[in-house]
């Protein structure tokens, strides 16, 4: 076990102990040591109690539970990306434990981050499936944990939409990296696999064709906007966090595809420092236009043709003239 072998490694190394802090009962704890994962998935047996009963730690062997083990896993893909891609340990960047609590509720409809953990529902059938099918669905709840610790978005209106485009982002970057996938071979749905058989659609959003996953008699039609002369101005979800999403993913999708190549190593790059060292609270889609192609000129430089291709994508989607 790497993560046992590296704590024993901890207590013989003294520069390991310096970076101890002493907790509340006066025992000292260690910051984990980059690149260690430090998942631990949680059932709530069909309950609303969080966390629910411990049924995996890392390093164990996996569950006969299939929802505990896709937990376990795409949480692991998703760490992965973010350590090897962009050197970052962890939702906090200080190797904070991945908590996940699987079967939640009642044939609950949804997946969320609650601002400590994950928690997935398993659908009714009828609409959803297990919210824990989709390596993107999980990458997604991972995000809204980078995206708290970093940028902060409020979630509402602009913001909330950046908030909720973030997740799409790195969840389809997750995807992507683990199917080997470019930016041009992708199908950029996030959530396949999600629907029940009988709904028709192919996921819950699409970064390519925004407003296209889904139109089903029961579910109704895939409420997103790609442009902004569609951008939707009425009040529900805090003003269409999950809808006006369409916009910004689209500019990102545009931005990857005509970067080309693998869209997490250059336009994955920019998205990611843009979020981690660029924006605050409060930015609309104005601000994270503008300083996506400032950061693109930083890392690639001014004219540069991933700049050029930023720049084009948020024109195309009506952002910025
Ligand atoms: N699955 C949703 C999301 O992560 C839950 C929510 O509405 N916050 O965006
Ligand atoms: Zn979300």
């Keep these: 076990n790497p993560e046992q072998r590296s704590w024993a490694f901890q207590t013989l190394n003294v520069s390991a102990q310096l970076r101890g802090r002493r907790n509340i009962v006066g ?11 430090r998942r631990t998935i949680y059932d709530a047996q069909f309950s609303e109690n969080l966390p629910g009963k411990l049924v995996r730690g890392e390093g164990d062997p996996p569950s006969t539970d299939e929802a505990v083990n896709e937990a376990y896993d795409y949480a692991g ?9 962009f050197d970052r340990n ?3 960047d200080k190797g904070l434990r991945l908590d996940s609590t699987v079967h939640y509720g009642i044939k609950y409809d949804n997946a969320f981050w609650n601002g400590d953990q994950m928690v997935y529902g398993d659908g009714d059938g009828e609409l959803f499936q297990r919210f824990t099918k989709s390596i993107d669905v999980i990458a997604h709840e991972l995000t809204h944990g980078v995206t708290q610790y970093e940028a902060g978005l409020q979630y509402y209106a602009e913001s909330g939409a950046l908030n909720e485009s973030f997740s799409d982002v ?3 970057l997750v995807k992507q990296k683990s199917k080997n996938q470019t930016a041009e071979a992708a199908d950029w749905i996030i959530g396949e696999g999600l629907l029940a058989p009988a709904v028709k659609g192919v996921g819950i959003r699409s970064l390519k064709a925004p407003g296209t996953a889904y139109d089903d008699p029961v579910l109704g039609k895939d409420p997103q906007p790609a442009y902004m002369k569609d951008k939707y101005t009425g009040t529900e979800d805090n003003a269409g966090v999950h809808i006006n999403s369409g916009i910004p993913n689209h500019a990102f999708y545009l931005a990857a595809v005509e970067i080309g190549g693998y869209a997490w190593e250059k336009a994955g790059k ?3 420092i843009t979020l981690r060292d660029r924006l605050r609270a409060n930015a609309n889609f104005k601000t994270a236009a503008n300083t996506t192609i400032k950061v693109a000129g930083e890392l690639y430089g001014n004219n540069s043709k991933e700049q050029k291709a930023v720049q084009n994508a948020w024109q195309k989607v009506g952002v910025i003239k």
Excluded at 77 to 85: G, H, P, S
């Design 170 to 172: 790195f969840g389809a």
């Design 27 to 37: 025992a000292i704890s260690f910051a984990p040591s980059p690149g260690v994962k």
């Design 77 to 85: 893909a998703t760490y992965d990306l973010f350590y090897e891609i």
């Design 90 to 92: 962890s939702i906090d």
């Design 270 to 272: 920019i998205w990611y």
